[in-house]
């Protein structure tokens, strides 16, 4: 009888149990929301801070929604993430090596690095077809050695570096993409003499020195680089730049500082003036005058004096040392965002079109019309202190980064009121949201890029890393969600969504290829007088040929092809005491150089964990002395 009791009381609560947890995965099924478990076992953290957990837990088993580009900054680097877990999935060597992979080692990228160990990464660009991201290409600029690199996004690898780019100055008004991929421009920070290597004192500043902004052109086969053409600027510091689209289309508008034309001292002396300028060329104009040849070659590009093409480049007055400038998602505002102003100032570029076509300027600077400044601005934002960028969603809002106040204004671009703000830390530069610079931007994710980390992560020193918040864009208040380190300093980002991206899994079989070998008897050591040329074969877990044998002072052309067809099988390559590293991917095919220097036995080791006998992939490259 007690027993029968007992067993009783065990099903009926045992029952309850599982009907209580049922009742709770369904409610949580119905409202992913609900958080009243959750709550209970986390003391302390408010039902606001679960929610936020629960939107940005990607569990095991399920992908993110988008990937975000950011750059390394001085890394010279591309960092991946995924949306919205803000887990780092990637660096991508760019302007840096990295030995992870060898880059910076293999001849290939050797070349493409060039005479430079370091670039200084700022603006990734997404390509476009019809103002949307396409995902084929991501294109960054490197504003130390006027540099732009292209990284395909079918292997996540950087596949051209080009540059030094004729005659500007620290391209930091770059990358920024025509809407179908036609150019992107690249306006110079620095004015200088040019072409490079010109020699010229700063007193002759005003005379010697240019601003030039270059139009690269890409091919829209495969997305290499060239130069378009050129055009003369003003020496003053060209910005931020966005281009046109829709209504916009052909147009690209650049924000000026120093119009003060000053040499030194320039954070006091550049901001002397009340008012600096947004310069809106038409591009489509000046593509013309090219192709009509109305150019000089200077440093060996094509350069257009705008004075030679009237009516391709206007001024139109903004609050002074405007810093980004920003097209809305219809082309029909241009937003330049104050910095030492507390506002952004929206421009109708209808009526600047107005302007134009009825001539209402209000004088000229430098030979270039200023049009009327109070019949182009439609509106100024009070959005709050040291507006830098501005992004926008899919509702008709605008997203403003306030650096100094450390805050993001969010704003109705019908009529241009503010409508919520929200802290974020500290001290943010850029914002991106998901498709942001497109014609079409998702709204859903903005992510805060923020200069300063100071006490949000765990102490590592007098410095810290930098850090991106996430930000939930889906209901009226803006709610950060994730704050997600980066080192160093991402100073922009894009964000796509992930299904537009392609990549491939293996490298294709291509017997064409040079020095490709897919079979044990092709592995072979080829002598030609002091030239030897190692065809090498690397699959789990060995190489052909394991001994190498050649001589003190012998030239040496090293090819590991990795005959692994098989997904994220990657071998590595390193030779020791000989500074000799790379990896070879799936199918893939690397070239290494080197002078055999120093006698001795040198073992070499597959450097990237491949399988359970990884270990044992190895072999010994033996170099007999001289005498
Ligand atoms: S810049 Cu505006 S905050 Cu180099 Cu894009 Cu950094
Ligand atoms: Cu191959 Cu480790």
Redesign the pocket.
Known sequence: MHKIKLKTLFVAVAGLFVGLLLAYSISSQISPTTTGGLKASKEGVSEDLIDAALKTYVPPGQLDEYYLFASGGHSGQLFVYGVPSMRRIRSIPVFNKESAVGYGWTTESKEMLGDFAWGDA??PALSETKGDYDGRWLFMNDNANSRVARVNLDSFTTQQIFGPVPNVYGP?GSVFLTPNSEYFMMASRFAGPIPYGTYSELDNFKEDYKGVMAAIAIDPKDGEMSVGWEVLLPPWSYD?SDAGKGVSDGWCFLTTYNTEEAYHLLEVESSQRERDYIMAINWKMLEQAAKDGKVKDIGGAKVIDPMDVPGSVYLVPCAKSP??VDVTPDGKYFIGNGKLAPTVTVFSFENFMECVNTKDFQGEERGFPIVNYEKTRVAEVEVGLGP??TQFDDKGNAYTSLFVESAVAKWSLTDFKVTDKTQVHYCP??LASAEGDTVNPDGKYLVSLNKLAKDKYLSVGPSHPESMQLIDLTSSKMKVLYDSPTDPEP??AQMIKADKIKTFEVYPKDEAREGAVYAKEDAKVVRDGNNVTVYMMAFRSRYYPDAVEINEGDHVTWYITNTDFDEDITHGFGIMFYDINCESQPGQTQKLEFVADKAGVYPYYCTNFCSALHQEMQGYLLIKPKS
């Open positions: 700022h603006h930091h931020l810093h980004g830098l960028h530069g850029h100073h922009f």
